[in-house]
């Protein structure tokens, strides 16, 4: 072929284990809306910043040295972790990765997250405890979109490589990773059930 790619951007989703997820996801999902209801902070800054939903992201977002649920949690992401790491042929140099941040989103009816990404970190990813059907999945950003400049618009029927524009659906007991400074946003919930995920950071020390 003349045409090779080059630069691709890799995004990375697994099940977090094997099996038993359903059990696991039913007993992390108690304790989110418990976390919910104990959290005034962050139900009083969700309510300015996160209308119609709750997340624990300014005010308990070291979930992980919180409750030993998100310890273990932890410790099953890692893995994935390290296995994208190496996907990415990332030269860690003998370094341990930890966890840095993690945090609850509960997104009901008509809550949306707007587009961002994750300063101060090097991967980052989304974890899955309850999905009703028809809510939002994540939808990235082609990372070179802001300098197209003159290009015209890709085809109706492009390849899904070459879109500007790519969503992960979102399904209980998936892992969703990616690189920290990938632009990414959920769009508003269109169904009346809560969405619920975990979102984490990680660092190389």
């Known amino acids: ?17 094997p099996s038993g997820l359903a059990r696991f996801n039913a007993e992390l999902g108690n304790e989110c809306r418990r976390l919910r209801a104990f959290d005034a902070a962050g139900r009083r800054w969700s309510a300015k910043n996160y209308p119609g939903g709750y997340t624990s992201y300014a ?22 972790v390290r296995a994208f790491a190496r996907a990415l042929d990332m030269d860690l140099r003998g370094r341990a990765i930890r966890m840095t941040d993690c945090w609850v989103n509960i997104m009901p009816e008509t809550t949306a997250h707007s587009l961002h990404l994750h300063p101060l970190s090097f991967i980052s990813g989304t974890y899955y405890v309850a999905t009703p059907p028809g809510c939002p999945g ?64 990680y660092n190389w020390t």
């Not at 072929?1 to 284990?17: D, S, V």
């Not at 005010?59 to 992401?77: A, D």
């Not at 290009?151 to 659906?169: D, S």
Request: proline share 11%; hydrophobic share 40%; aromatic share 12%.
């Open 138 to 201: 994540l939808k990235f950003e082609d990372p070179r979109l802001s300098k197209f400049m003159a290009a015209p618009p890709k085809l109706p029927e492009a390849r899904p490589v070459n879109r500007p524009h790519v969503t992960f659906p979102a399904e209980a007991g998936q892992v969703i990773l990616f690189e920290s400074w990938l632009r990414h946003e959920v769009t508003a919930n269109r169904v009346p059930a809560e969405r619920i995920s975990i979102s984490f950071n």
């Open 1 to 17: 072929m003349p045409t090779r790619a080059w630069f691709p951007t890799f995004i990375y989703r697994e099940p977090l284990q």
């Open 59 to 80: 005010s308990m977002n070291e979930l992980h040295r919180f409750s030993s649920t998100f310890t273990g949690l932890e410790k099953k992401l890692t893995r994935h």
